[in-house]
């Protein structure tokens, strides 16, 4: 039997004992008195144990070939099959096709064998439901040793397995969604990192690996958060942070604060150059979520706006705006400012070089001078292009009048190089304006009002000195006595304001002589400022007009009062011949000033032909050179005459004067002066005199004083002079006495 069990145990699974005794039969054993009272004792404590038994157990036996031989009640309800339908039947009537073959294979074998077997079974019952039961099969021998039954105890575990199950089926589903939740960590860019109550790192996921390190050196899993900052700042993966430990030691303080109050959002460089922005938040289970995100895209972008915002698109310095924010910062910012220099620098005679060469040469000199200038200064300074030709320095630390004047002399020095530029070289000049902060001005507007004043003084002297050193290239330091001045000017600015009104405004008039009959031309009108009982010479006044924009003003008020005069004087019965006035260029851009000219002329009943306008080469340089010839041509087409003055000083050349419809050319008094002393100066007028010849231009020449000049320039064929050999310039009063005495009659009287 135990054999054929072996051979199929699935088939004949539990044998069943060859006789199982009932339990009658046992009870009726014969017995003596006392034994019976034993036994009956014994069988009500049978009968107890029994009943405890049937209610927990699920009990069946089997014979020795595996057939059912005795079930308790547990067993059917079980099962649902009746007691009738299960005696004589195997215990593969509950087979459920759990277990595989080799499970019962090793249950036969341990109990054939007479060991008791113990193990977990999943039956089925009559109406097809599973249960599991806790089996134990205990084998049991006869007299002769032999194995004649098997008594097995089961116990429903059912619940128990389904709780397992239940229990099996929530590791599987955490365990996927674990894995889920990583790979969809892994597969964010922005590095993600979660840290404990206890500030220890339980999450990342490999972006945040990447960006903070891994491994032993880098952010793994139970590190502090401060422990992985550590790494890092040893790692030197934010370059930003301060290099002294103390710095360092103050960044991870700072940092750790910020980690421990999440909320804010803080961006960071990483030492390959990339940015990273960190947000930190404290999660509902009370870690704090950390996301990083690389804005490299972001911040670049960002970088190149602001970059364009400050910077001027032609020599890429700081524009005007980045510049006053740099120096706001650097004497407001903190409660301790800052000391050291401003520097405000003007390219000398840019204008000219912009109107004569083109605006591409003008350009490449701009670009010539940032150059030099970022060249000139250390790393920390600032460098800005205000506008135009002007420039600006932001020193800082220079704060000594020696140290500024070693600095601005070599930065003239080295601005003043030649600059080679196809077709051309220059000769580029800067002026210099400096002032100490907060010495001389403590807010960024009086700091820069202060290296300006200094400027302005630098300009006004190298102007000064003009003709003889090409006045080129200076620098000046502020000083508080620059303020007196600029006080000055300004009151001269409201003085003047108040002479138009009051009519102060003359004019003095300078008689021109024919060079060669000397006989009387014409007059030149010069203004004249009647202030109080002194007379303001006009260099000192006609600068501030045009730079207050009064000139047209008073440019009007000597127009008038020279045809005034010249009207009065024919009135008188005398000639007085042509008037030449002068006029800046600010009046010939005003579209006005024709009619102002020919209303003049009505107004005074006087010819074209009686007025001659003055005008200096730097007009025919202007940027609005195009209008200002509209102008002239107007005023030519008319008839007024036009002369070019002080011919010879500025940048202007011949070529100019094919351009603009001129008559008379003046040739300037310091080429006159020169005459007779100076073989050059003679060859240099004389040549002057024929080209204006050639270009049927008549010659005036101011400014002489000697007989000699008069006669040297009357050899050269030059056709009118002015000067104080013949006149200075004569107030109205005098003008009379002047005409009477240049009559022809008188002359001739006078011999
Ligand atoms: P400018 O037009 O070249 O005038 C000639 C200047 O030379 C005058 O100076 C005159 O007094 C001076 N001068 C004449 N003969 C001699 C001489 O023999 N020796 C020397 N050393 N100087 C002589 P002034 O009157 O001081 O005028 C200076 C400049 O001011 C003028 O130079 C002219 O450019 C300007 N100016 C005068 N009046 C006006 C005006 O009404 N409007 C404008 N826009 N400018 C004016
Ligand atoms: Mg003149
Ligand atoms: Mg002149």
């Not at 029994?50 to 009640?73: E, S």
């Not at 009046?587 to 005074?604: G, I, N, Y």
């Not at 008094?669 to 073989?679: K, L, N, P, S």
């Not at 049927?696 to 006669?711: F, K, N, S």
Request: with cysteine; aromatic share 6%; hydrophobic share 45%.
């Amino acid at each position: 039997m135990v054999m054929d069990a072996m051979r199929d145990p699935v088939r004949d699974d539990i044998p069943s004992p060859e006789r199982a005794p009932t339990e009658p039969e046992q009870r009726s054993a014969p017995a003596s008195g006392s034994v019976e009272i034993e036994l009956a004792r014994y069988a009500s404590e049978l009968d107890a144990f029994r009943a405890a038994l049937d209610r927990q157990a699920i009990v069946a036996v089997t014979d020795r070939r595996g057939a059912i031989t005795l079930v308790n009640d547990l067993f059917c309800r079980i099962s649902g099959y009746r007691r009738d339908e299960l005696i004589g039947r195997n215990h593969r009537i509950l087979n459920s096709g759990h277990h595989p073959r080799r499970f019962f294979v090793s249950m036969w074998r341990t109990i054939a064998d007479g060991r008791i077997w113990h193990g977990e079974i999943c039956n089925r019952a009559k109406d097809g439901r599973l249960y599991w039961v806790d089996t134990t099969i205990v084998p049991r021998r006869g007299a002769d040793g032999r194995i004649e039954s098997y008594v097995s105890v089961r116990y429903d575990i059912t619940e128990r397995k389904q709780a397992e199950a239940a229990l099996a089926d929530e590791a599987r589903r955490r365990a996927r969604a674990e894995t889920l939740v990583r790979e969809i960590l892994d597969a964010i860019p922005d590095g993600v990192a979660a840290f404990d109550a206890e500030d220890r790192l339980v999450l990342s996921n490999r972006a945040f690996r990447r960006l903070y390190g891994a491994g032993p050196a880098g952010a793994s899993d139970g590190l502090t958060f401060r422990e992985i900052a550590e790494r890092c700042l040893a790692d030197g993966r934010f370059p930003e942070v301060g290099r002294s430990p103390s710095e360092t030691a103050a960044w991870l303080d700072a940092r750790l604060r910020e980690h421990r109050r999440p909320g804010r959002r803080h961006i960071r460089q990483l030492s390959d150059g990339r940015w990273l922005q960190v947000r930190e938040r404290r999660s509902p289970s009370g870690h704090i979520v950390s996301v990083s995100s690389d804005v490299t895209a972001l911040k670049r972008a960002e970088l190149a706006v602001k970059q364009r915002a400050e910077r001027d698109a032609l020599t890429g310095l700081y524009n005007r705006a980045a510049f006053g924010e740099r120096l706001e910062r650097m004497l407001c910012d903190d409660r301790r400012t800052k000391p050291g220099a401003l520097v405000v620098v003007d390219v000398d005679g840019f204008k000219a070089v912009n109107d004569t060469h083109g605006h591409d040469v003008g350009d490449a000199l701009l670009g010539a001078v940032a150059e030099r200038l970022r060249a000139g200064v250390r790393r920390g300074d600032v460098v800005a292009r205000l506008g135009g030709d002007e420039f600006a320095l932001i020193l800082p630390g220079v704060t000594r009048p020696r140290t500024a004047e070693d600095l601005l002399g070599r930065l003239l020095a080295q601005l003043g190089a030649p600059l080679d530029l196809p077709g051309r070289t220059l000769f580029p000049s800067v002026s210099l304006g400096c002032a100490f902060f907060p010495e001389h001005g403590a807010t960024p507007d009086a700091a820069m009002k202060a290296a300006d004043l200094a400027l302005y003084e630098a300009k006004a002297a190298a102007e000064a000195r003009g003709r003889e050193t090409g006045g080129r290239g200076r620098f000046r330091l502020f000083a508080p006595a620059l303020r007196e001045s600029e006080t000055r000017r300004r009151a001269l600015v409201a003085g003047l304001r108040e002479a138009l009104v009051r009519d102060e405004i003359v004019v003095a008039l300078q008689p021109q002589v024919t060079l060669r009959d000397a006989r009387h031309a014409g007059f030149e009108a010069l203004a004249r400022w009647r202030r109080g009982g002194e007379v303001v010479p006009p260099a000192a006044f006609i600068p501030i007009a045009e730079e207050a924009n009064l000139i047209g003003a008073v440019g009007g008020v000597v127009l008038d009062r020279a045809l005034a005069l010249v009207r009065r004087h024919i009135d008188a019965g005398a000639a007085p011949g042509r008037v030449a006035v002068n006029v800046a260029a600010a009046q010939l851009k005003d579209e006005r000033f024709v009619e102002e000219v020919s209303a003049a002329l009505a107004r005074h009943r006087l010819t074209p032909a009686a007025l001659e306008i003055e005008i200096t080469e730097t007009v025919l340089l202007d940027r609005a050179a195009a209008e200002i010839g509209g102008t002239l041509a107007r005023l030519r087409a008319l008839g007024v005459g036009i002369a070019l003055d002080d011919f010879g000083t500025g940048y202007a050349s011949l070529a100019h004067l094919r351009r603009f419809p001129v008559d008379r050319l003046k040739i300037d008094r310091g080429f006159v002066e020169g005459i007779g002393r100076d073989a050059d100066a003679d060859a240099l007028v004389g040549g002057i005199v024929d080209l204006a010849h050639g270009l049927a231009l008549e010659v005036v020449a101011e400014g002489i004083e000697t007989p000699a000049q008069r006669a040297a320039l009357a050899r050269m064929g030059c056709d009118v002079g002015q000067g104080y050999l013949f006149a200075p310039p004569l107030p109205p009063e005098e003008i009379g006495t002047y005409l009477e005495r240049m009559r022809p009659s008188s002359l001739a009287a006078a011999g």
